[in-house]
């Protein structure tokens, strides 16, 4: 049992370029939501779904996009990456409001 | 808005010795509070879930008390070990949504 998988672990990109971080659960877990973490501000919500086809803002959401096709995949996309973005990102998912939520092992980000 | 508090911000103490780890929240309007190990470079392990109703939870060498009313929860770490050194993080769950508020978290150090 995997668990919440993120692909890639690191990487570096220069202003500008755009990306996608992957996100995959098999946990059929239906609420799934994307994080960054930044030394001193603690973990800020970006995004975030309750299911398949829906998607829904979280407290910092401006320069990324996300989408829902499947209950597994959750993909987290830079649309023209800046040196704020710079990061730690963790997807997590959860069953229900009531089960505790699994985080991944997170992808570090650097933009130069 | 959720504001979650977590003192001491960072702990150190010779093995063998208990950890209490303390976590404040402003809205009590909570269905439960889940605790989290962070260890350097990784993503977040639960640890314990702690539902509204409940006191209590425990697992192992951890307790975890919630005091829902006054917006306190408390992690107790029995005979600590060189192995728990790591970040923990309290993320209370508010009523009828998915979203957690992460507090800072308290970096523990245990000394061999």
């Known amino acids: 049992n995997a668990g919440v998988t993120q692909t890639p672990k690191f990487q570096v990109l220069k202003t500008g370029q755009s990306m996608t971080l992957q996100c995959a659960q098999d946990?059929?877990?239906?609420?799934m939501s994307w994080y960054r973490q930044d030394p001193g501000m603690g973990l800020r919500l970006i995004h975030y779904s309750v299911g398949a086809g829906i998607t829904d803002q979280g407290e910092v959401p401006n320069g990324y996009n996300v989408s829902r096709s499947t209950t597994e995949d959750f993909p987290l996309r830079l649309l023209s990456a800046a040196p704020s973005q710079t990061s730690v990102y963790f997807c997590?998912?959860?069953?229900?409001?009531?089960?505790?939520?699994?985080f991944g092992d997170g992808t570090r980000l650097s933009i130069l | 808005k959720q504001e979650v508090t977590q003192i001491p911000a960072a702990l150190s103490v010779p093995e063998g010795e208990n950890l209490v780890l303390n976590c404040s929240f402003t809205?009590?309007?909570?269905?439960?509070l889940q605790w989290f190990r962070q260890d350097p470079g990784k993503g977040l392990t639960s640890l314990l879930l702690?539902?509204?109703?409940?006191r209590e939870q425990t697992s192992g060498r951890l307790n975890a008390s919630l005091d829902k009313s006054s917006g306190r929860s408390t992690l107790y770490i029995a005979a600590s070990q060189p192995g728990d050194s790591a970040t923990y993080l309290c993320?209370?769950?508010?009523?009828?949504?998915?979203?957690?508020?992460f507090g800072a978290g308290t970096t523990v150090t245990v000394r061999a």
């Open positions: 702690i539902q509204s109703s409940q």
């Open positions: 993320a209370p769950g508010p009523a009828g949504d998915y979203k957690l508020s």
């Open positions: 997590a998912s959860r069953a229900g409001v009531v089960q505790p939520q699994h």
């Open positions: 809205d009590s309007a909570i269905y439960n």
């Open positions: 946990m059929n877990h239906e609420y």
